[in-house]
């Protein structure tokens, strides 16, 4: 069984930061596709950032130069950096893993594992 736990969230005033983190096994972490998505009550689950199989990052316009994707191999850890937060970035944010290669950007039906999701809230 997949298990993908994230953690990080919490209020931030906009322009702060946080940093949410993933953390699974060491074969999915090393092998599978892995995402964040976000989802607002009411909308579509939507892809903010990702690294596919081979390790290429990809990231949604709306979060580029913003968010960072990291990695700690050592913990088996995915993280999610994101400066310069907006209110418009508030939202339940899941990771995401998937053993297909897939870009980072891949729509939400096609992964096949979530985290429980973690609560991002950005202030004005």
């Known amino acids: 069984q997949v298990q993908l736990v994230e953690s990080g969230g919490g209020s931030v005033q906009a322009g702060g930061s946080l940093r949410l983190s993933c953390a699974t096994t060491?074969?999915?972490?090393?092998?599978?596709?892995m995402a964040w998505f976000r989802q607002v009550q009411g909308k579509e689950r939507e892809a903010v950032a990702g690294?596919?199989?081979?390790?290429?990052?990809n990231y949604a316009d709306s979060v580029k130069g913003r968010f960072t994707i990291s990695q700690d191999n050592g913990k088996n850890t995915l993280y999610l950096e994101m400066n310069r937060l907006k209110p418009e970035d508030t939202a339940l944010y899941y990771c995401?893993?998937?053993?297909?290669?897939?870009?980072?950007?891949?729509?939400?039906?096609?992964?096949?594992?979530w985290g429980q999701g973690t609560q991002v809230s950005v202030s004005s």
């Open positions: 690294r596919d199989s081979l390790g290429k990052l």
């Open positions: 995401a893993a998937d053993p297909s290669y897939m870009s980072g950007l891949a729509p939400a039906p096609l992964w096949n594992y």
């Open positions: 060491e074969f999915v972490f090393s092998h599978y596709s």
